[in-house]
């Protein structure tokens, strides 16, 4: 039984709404980014940082004063990847953190799997 006097819908955590209200509801980002490309502020998310107060997105700025993948990023807030992405998108378009990818186009095999073993590590470190 839920205490819900209409009965119908069960109450909702507010811990799993909260974190859409900062992208507004949107899930998916401007830009595609993938889990383990490299976010860093830029000096212009620095001194915006200073102004924001208590913000998923000063959050993001000041976690990635040092390059952190979207994966960690993620760990680190406990959000979801999609909030992340779509935070970090926001932020991007706004010259406040650049992205970095870790394989170019034109990456071998080799490259890929290194790269696979390293995600995997860093997993296993969180």
């Known amino acids: 039984m839920t205490d819900d006097p209409a009965g119908d819908e069960?109450?909702?955590?507010p811990a799993l709404a909260r974190p859409y209200a900062?992208?507004?509801?949107?899930?998916?980002?401007?830009v595609d980014i993938?889990?383990?490309?490299?976010?860093?502020?830029?000096a212009d998310g620095r001194a915006e940082a200073v102004y924001q107060t208590?913000?998923?997105?000063?959050?993001?700025?000041?976690?990635?004063?040092?390059?952190?993948?979207?994966?960690?990023i993620a760990a680190l807030l406990v959000l979801p990847l999609g909030v992340v992405r779509v935070?970090?998108?926001?932020?991007?378009q706004d010259d406040l953190v650049?992205?970095?990818?870790t394989l170019s186009d034109t990456a071998g095999w080799d490259e890929r799997?290194?790269?696979?073993?390293?995600?995997l590590h860093g997993l296993r470190d969180l």
């Open 54 to 72: 208590s913000s998923a997105s000063a959050e993001v700025l000041e976690l990635c004063l040092r390059p952190r993948s979207l994966m960690e």
């Open 22 to 30: 900062w992208t507004e509801g949107r899930t998916a980002p401007a």
């Open 98 to 101: 650049v992205v970095r990818d």
């Open 87 to 92: 935070l970090v998108s926001d932020l991007m």
């Open 34 to 42: 993938a889990v383990e490309a490299l976010v860093e502020t830029t």
């Open 10 to 13: 069960p109450r909702r955590s």
């Open 113 to 119: 799997h290194d790269l696979m073993e390293r995600v």
